[in-house]
């Protein structure tokens, strides 16, 4: 009771405050009576006849200011206390702030008795001249102020037609009348009463934070499911650890005993069956399909988002493969559809947000095998990802995963020959000249893309069109103060080096001593790789194969692991509001289908070949594989080990471009055995012109230090496994970390 009493004078004086303001007069006169009555004092708030002081005092200086000319002191009070939102917000504001401009330039002109002092007068004209170069400029366009842009270079305004009226007796009275009435609606909006106050922002204010905690508890189911299944797994793991430690530990005390121990220890080895995953419930496709091509975009981009979803946080193995299985053959993305309308058109919405979920779904099926199979059926998604890749420029993220989906494309021989044929090597090559406007992800995989189309003897020939830029951008790149893409760098050069031209260019240009700077730089890593470049450029007899065409090299059908990059996810530009459904929550409410889920086996690949870090890469790799340590082989070709007892009789271990076969279990087709005499872009259709002539580079910074190259050319053995071409052994399949 106490505390109510000590606050009631200043509660009852926020009442008749807004009592007031509302013009509850009857209300408010018998209000007050009461409290009379009752011996309530009225607290007068700050609000009241304080406030209100204040704002009768600033408009009375600013109408003083006006009168007398005083530009200065105005513009100080009008930039105070006008709110910057109102001044640059409110058409009428601006346009009153351009005639008030007017009013101070021509003050003298218009009320000297004597003629107007010149110095004071040019003053005025350049404060005037100078807001019309500046805020004023906004205003240039308008018809109605255009004529007033010249008013500071006239030299006697008075005379001059265009401004006759700005110089009649009723001029300043109409401007002074319209700027009273704009200031007391200003400063009456200003008046608002304290307890409205205290309503909206109390009331704006915990709704925001409510649906802010609403969007922060969604993020953070997310995650924690994600670091249950991590745990889950660590904790599985474990516990399988201990107990074939346990059981390694009884079967040496048996070795010692003089027991056969070969028994027990293949039973310790032997893989521990993991605890089965549920699959995920089975979708109404045809709906969802429905409501992406004609839904809302909102709608659109939470059903791309949860669909995306089940593929990237589902469990790897058979619950990932059914999901995808079920994406396949219900084709989600209408890669086998001809209508006019479909899912894939959704690459080219308006909308960003769904342009963007769209090409973050399609990453994340190029990231998985069988994902880029589906995808590789149709060649006008490859049309449509080059597209939107040449014109993306409002949206990052758009463009990286992109770039990233096209990059895990060239893994597939049919889809490198029709990118070398659309000329986006000649587009990569002129993204790269600027590598410092570029993000570390489209650095990295534009670099990588360039490496794997650069190994095939099309893609060799099309770099030796433009020898001079292509040489000038990889030997800048060689000092880039990312690390990540020089293995991708000296692969590409490595290869492009094969040909006699780019060989001559590259001398012309001085690339050895280019070269030998960053040897000077470098450690023995990076030594060996370079040396292997420099060892290229010298050389003078053809490569065996180098120059023929590699699109008769036959596929190979073994495949590895998959690489789900965890930054598919990252960023999330939507998240629900209050009561909207999103995730697997919205799949599973609003698209639920006939549990018809099959798995489908899939083909086993190489898991077991490891990568040396003594030697270059010797096959496609995802850079977050490549830097974890071993080769992710997805879309693999034939082990090194196999390659060296099928090409031994070769003389030399130099590098070759058949040796950089991946391929994803099809057999070759007449869509991938095209010459390099077929290739149909020219290097005008992705390049801008004025590159014939490039100036020699200058390499800086410390580049990354590749593999370390094999120390003893002269043993063939030795040299087939582990020197073999830098062009194959950086052939990548994606970098990661979109």
Not at 65 to 72: E, L, P, Y
Not at 136 to 162: D, I, R
Not at 427 to 446: A, G, H, I, Q, R
Not at 648 to 667: F, I, M, W
């Amino acid at each position: 009771m106490g505390d109510i009493l000590a606050h009631e004078s200043e509660l009852l004086g926020l009442v008749k405050e807004y009592l007031d303001f509302a013009e509850f007069e009857d209300t408010l006169k018998t209000f007050s009576k009461e409290c009379k009555i009752k011996g309530k004092p009225l607290c007068k708030t700050v609000g009241g006849s304080f406030r209100d002081s204040k704002s009768l005092t600033i408009q009375k200086d600013l109408v003083t200011a006006f009168d007398n000319g005083d530009q200065k002191v105005f513009f100080d009070l009008w930039e105070e206390h006008i709110p910057s939102s109102i001044r640059d917000g409110d058409s009428f504001a601006q346009k009153l702030e351009f005639y008030l401009h007017i009013h101070f330039a021509i003050y003298l002109l218009k009320y000297s008795v004597r003629r107007p002092n010149k110095e004071e007068l040019d003053e005025k004209i350049s404060y005037f001249k100078t807001y019309l170069e500046t805020k004023g400029a906004a205003l240039s366009q308008t018809t109605e102020f255009l004529p007033f842009y010249a008013l500071p270079f006239v030299p006697n305004p008075m005379v001059h037609p265009s401004f006759k009226e700005l110089f009649q007796d009723s001029w300043t009275p109409e401007l002074k009348m319209k700027l009273e009435k704009f200031l007391a609606l200003i400063f009456k909006a200003s008046n608002t009463p304290k307890l409205l106050t205290i309503y909206k922002e109390n009331g704006q204010s915990n709704k925001e934070m409510l649906q802010q905690l609403h969007q922060q508890l969604v993020e953070a189911e997310r995650r924690s499911m994600t670091y249950l299944k991590r745990y889950n797994k660590i904790q599985a793991d474990y516990h399988n650890l201990i107990g074939v430690t346990a059981e390694l530990v009884d079967s040496l005390e048996a070795t010692v005993s003089g027991k056969m121990a070969s028994t027990m220890l293949r039973a310790s080895l032997a893989p521990v069956k993991l605890k089965d995953v549920p699959l995920l419930p089975s979708l109404d496709y045809e709906k969802l399909k429905k409501d992406l091509i004609l839904g809302s975009d909102r709608l659109k981009a939470f059903l791309l988002q949860a669909l995306r979803w089940r593929l990237t946080t589902s469990h790897p193995g058979e619950q990932r493969e059914t999901v995808l299985q079920a994406y396949i053959s219900n084709d989600l993305l209408d890669c086998y559809s001809h209508n006019q309308r479909s899912v894939l058109q959704l690459l080219h919405s308006k909308s960003d947000v769904v342009r963007q979920y769209m090409a973050r779904l399609i990453n994340a099926f190029a990231s998985l095998a069988e994902g880029r199979l589906y995808l590789a059926q149709n060649t006008k998604v490859l049309r449509m990802l080059e597209g939107r890749l040449k014109e993306e420029d409002k949206d990052i993220i758009t463009r990286e995963n992109v770039l990233g989906a096209l990059q895990k494309f060239s893994l597939r021989r049919p889809l490198q020959t029709a990118m070398i044929q659309d000329g986006l090597i000649f587009w990569l090559v002129d993204v790269l000249k600027d590598p410092d406007c570029l993000s570390d992800y489209t650095l990295e995989y534009s670099v990588a893309l360039l490496m794997n189309l650069c190994l095939r003897s099309t893609g060799k020939n099309m770099c030796a069109k433009v020898a001079g830029l292509v040489l000038k951008v990889l030997s800048d790149l060689l000092g880039h103060e990312n690390h990540e893409i020089q293995p991708y760098v000296n692969g590409a050069l490595y290869s492009i080096l094969s040909v006699p031209s780019i060989r001559e260019e590259a001398r012309a240009m001085g690339m050895e001593d280019i070269l030998r700077c960053f040897i000077k730089e470098g450690n023995a890593e990076m030594i060996r790789q370079i040396e292997f470049i420099i060892k290229q450029l010298n050389s003078e007899e053809l490569p065996d194969g180098v120059l023929e065409s590699d699109d008769d090299e036959d596929e190979d059908d073994e495949e590895d692991h998959d690489i789900m990059e965890a930054d598919l996810d990252k960023d999330e530009l939507i998240q629900p509001q209050l009561g909207e459904l999103s995730g697997e929550k919205l799949l599973t409410t609003e698209y639920l289908g006939i549990m018809t889920n099959t798995g489908k086996m899939r083909r086993k690949g190489l898991a077991n070949v490891q990568w040396s870090g003594d030697e270059p890469l010797q096959r496609p790799v995802t850079p977050g594989g490549h830097r974890n340590g071993y080769p992710v082989l997805e879309d693999q070709h034939t082990p090194p080990q196999t390659a060296q007892h099928t090409r031994n009789s070769h003389p030399q271990a130099l590098p070759n471009a058949h040796e950089a076969v991946y391929r994803e279990g099809k057999p070759s087709t007449p869509e991938s055995r095209v010459s390099s005499s077929s290739i149909i872009a020219k290097p005008g259709e992705w390049l801008p012109r004025g590159h014939q002539e490039e100036p020699r580079p200058a390499p800086t910074g410390t580049p990354r230090q590749p593999r370390e190259a094999p120390q003893d050319p002269g043993n063939r053995e030795t040299t087939r496994s582990s020197g073999i071409a830098l062009a194959q052994s950086t052939c990548v399949s994606t970098p990661s970390g979109i």
